[in-house]
């Protein structure tokens, strides 16, 4: 250690010093906070004064309360204290109705038990530990994409993970059952054949169906993968077994009754293999015969000729092509043909007679795209996921298969086995591992040839533990610089550098590390800050860093329950599956923007910008915004832009068939400010929607007879008016003046006396108390970072992190940068 560094650490303890020598890039933090001094309190005497309500269950610890005054250290006791500094910091400390301290002596009693917490925390850190880690779907579907370069459908092949703390990737929710390894077997099989283009796929055609969600209304152009002057259709990226001939089948979109909607009139729809037509069908316009009653639909038929043609019409629309194997753009779109609707708007039809309407009159729709496949296939191709695997081939071939194998085919067996396991078990493979897996090459290349054998080695490595989990290893002695003796003893020591790549690329990437990583990590490089810095800099620039979006961002705010959200159809007729569409992408777009641009975590909140198409913004009241496309607009009415404005998380928050203030107030809490109250009550009245009388009571009017009960109003009076703030907005986002004619107040008051006035008052309510939302966010992404839950060890590193990311204005990058270089990212515990 240089003069320089030794200066800085001065008299620490030999712990503390271990600790820096193993994670430099903690230093100036470490020394800053041991430096701070903590303000001269008495914190026995402040508990007497202040909190003598608050021996209550919220604040007890392994049967310690703080009405023991033993406790008087927060070192000694910094489960408790962090409960004590938590309730000081959110205002539920003193309760309410009794005697507060002036804002100067509250803040000298937080900053003393901060500083005290910090340094007792940087004297002896503590990392945690995360035990064996089983890849999520997403993380599996990622890796397989990575290393073998194939995409597939992990939701359709793997069983659905379980969240825990808002999220699917902490390790102690990620079982491994009987039925798990049932899956990751066939999924293995699966997975290998497809990537080596086993010729066996082509012993029988093989069947995929694509369907179109019914509510999906198909009179515009549906995706960029279509081509423009279409409308409906779908688009799909189908992966080719092999090369050969296929079959499309598309089948049309039918009522309840099973009669084809939309064929009053001829309409084009065209096939199309990467943008490429390959038919154009005519459908429609062909009925003959007289049709059955309009009302009584279903019941009484039309002539035969008419109900033959209205139930078959899509009977012939069935192309075969031949195509090459790997994946390809499939799409099926009909030819656009604009029109303005003529006549009185009629309102929507809801239940039945949305279900049995046959729209004769109307647009055809898609309702499946089924391909089936190979017939008289011609051999794997020169696919991606080839290019990926076979990195060198025999060149000695063998004449007959089951004779001895060549030599030159085990080494090249083994170059490419051992190129994969590197990649796919994140680190460089054992010669017993390489072993096995040319074990299995051996036996099916004696049987079937080659390529054979690497599809079958390529299937064990696909269900080995290794990786299947996200295993760390022990800690090396080489790892351990002088003096750590003392970090040791404590069972810390630094992850390895294979290990952070591990880390590193699953929480930015959720996927594996690419040879970047771990070739700096193999060279024991990629811990030291500099090559660290620049590595973060890189992966955020890649396009798998938007895993930051669909893994983290969504799951924070909700966007994954939003997508099983089913509104009231009697309610709400005009939902759709394109307005949920539109909802999800517009925050996905304005998150993306946000991190693309560095902005602060806070402008999350503030922006006053959003991005929306038109039919989001028929749907939001907007007006001149044409066209499919999202384009950004900004906002002058303080009602959009933001979080607390988009339709996705206004909607993730309601019931089916109204808003739900405490849904909404009790996500505020826990997401965005870290004050989730205790869990309620059971057997909770339902609200009365009407008084003795029969008059109907607003939604406030509702919960504010439910707090009446004082046991529901010790959660309620902190949730409800957060959730009173956003009541403008309907279940779906649309903004309101009046609900069920009465007109709403969204103007409340905190607990803490602070004014909320609709939704610019929520933003300006979070602002204020900026520093718990910081605080909140980064728990939420250091949760989603370490794939562990977060207790009271750890809230010393989320200070220090919100600390440090407050100098560029927590912008995203220092937050990140702030994770990635903290102690629990970089050391561990030993399970002792």
Known sequence: MNAARLAAVGALSLSALAWMVAAPVKVAATAEIRGRQAPDVDLRAFVSTYCAGCHNDHLRTGGLSLANPELADPATHPELWEKVLHKLNTGQMPPARQQRPDPAGLQRVVSHITTTLDRAAAARPDPGRVGAHRLNRTE???????????????????????????????????????????????????????????????????????????????????????????????????????????????????????????????????????????????????????????????????????????????????????????????????????????????????DFGRGSDEQFDGNAAVDALTINGPYSSAGSGDTLSRRAIFSCLPTVALAKVGRPKAADEIACAQQILSRLARRAYRRPPTAEEVETLLGFFRTAAAERGFEAGIQSAIERMLVSFNFLFRIEGPPSPRLRGAGETASAADGVYRVSDLDLASRLSFFLWSSIPDDTLLTLAERNQLHE???????????????????????????????????????????????????????????????????????SIIDLITADYSFVNERLGEHYGLRGITGERFRRVTFTDRVRGGILGQGTVLMATSYPDRTAPVVRGFWVLDSLLGMPPPPPPPDIPDLKAVTEDGRPLSMRAQMEKHRENPSCAVCHVRMDPLGFSLENFDALGRWRESSGGLRIDAMSTFPDGTPIDGVAGLRAF?????????????????????????????????????RDAGASGHRWSAIIRGIVTSTPFLMARTSS
């Open 140 to 350: 599996y579907g990622n890796a397989i994409r990575d290393l073998l370069a194939v995409n597939i459908d992990a939701n359709a092949l793997l069983l659905q993970d379980e969240a825990d703390e808002g999220f699917d990737n902490v390790a102690v929710s990620l079982a491994l059952s009987p039925v798990h390894l049932e899956r990751y077997l066939t999924a293995a099989r699966e997975i290998s054949r497809l990537a080596v283009g086993d010729k066996s796929l082509g012993d029988a055609a093989r069947s995929s169906t694509y369907r179109v969600p019914r509510l999906l209304e198909q009179d515009v152009r549906l995706s960029d993968d279509l081509p423009f002057g279409s409308r409906g259709g779908l688009a799909v990226r189908h992966t080719f077994p092999l090369n050969g001939e296929y079959t499309f089948k598309i089948r049309l979109r039918r009522q309840i009754y099973d009669y084809i909607v939309g064929m009053g009139r001829a309409q084009q729809l065209d096939l199309r293999i990467d943008n490429k037509r390959i038919h154009r069908f005519t459908v429609g316009g062909e009925a003959k015969g007289t049709p059955g009653p309009l009302t009584w639909n279903g019941e009484i038929v039309g002539d035969t000729p008419y109900e033959l043609y209205m139930h078959a019409a899509d009977a012939s629309l069935e192309r075969k092509a031949v195509v090459s194997a790997g994946e390809h753009l499939v799409s099926v779109s009909f030819v656009d043909t604009p029109g303005e609707r003529e006549g009185v708007e009629q309102p929507l039809a809801v």
């Open 766 to 802: 979070i602002v204020k108390h900026q520093d718990s939302y910081v605080q909140t966010f980064v728990a939420k992404m250091l949760t989603y970072a370490l794939g562990r839950h977060l207790d009271y060890r750890d809230q010393p590193v989320v200070r220090q992190i919100a």
């Open 529 to 599: 800050p500099a090559v660290l810095d620049r590595q973060i800099t890189r992966m955020l620039r890649d396009p798998r860093a938007s895993a930051l979006v669909t893994g983290f961002a969504a799951q924070w705010l909700g966007m994954r329950k939003a997508q099983t959200f089913l509104p009231d159809a009697n309610i709400f007729p005009e939902f759709d599956e394109n307005l949920r569409r539109a909802l999800q992408r517009e925050t996905t777009m304005f998150v993306e923007s946000q991190i693309a641009a560095d902005r």
